[in-house]
């Protein structure tokens, strides 16, 4: 999206990044992470936890500005964020 105005101290902001952690035993496929995230960051993988379930993948780790959505919506506590500019 492009805007017609920026902010004046744009280059002197630092967009916030987090490095996102799934517990993959814990997931049992609610999709909230998938379906609530505002940066679309995670999504459905192929693959199988012990219980039967689909866990999400990181999509597009850049994307991600460390909101904490995904790990307030989780009813599994299964993502967790670290914030500080690392990258999965």
């Keep these: 999206m492009k ?13 916030p990044r987090g490095r996102i952690h799934i517990l993959r035993e814990r997931c049992k496929e609610c999709r909230f992470c998938v379906e609530y ?3 679309d960051v995670l999504e459905e993988s192929d ?3 012990t219980r039967g379930y689909h866990p999400p993948r990181v999509k ?7 909101c904490g959505l995904c790990e307030m919506l989780c ?14």
């Design 3 to 15: 805007y017609w105005r920026k902010p004046l101290d744009i280059e002197q902001v630092e967009i």
């Design 37 to 39: 995230c505002p940066r």
């Design 47 to 49: 693959e199988f936890n």
């Design 60 to 66: 597009d780790a850049e994307a991600c500005v460390n």
């Design 75 to 88: 009813p599994e506590f299964a993502i967790y964020l670290n914030g500080g500019g690392e990258t999965p």
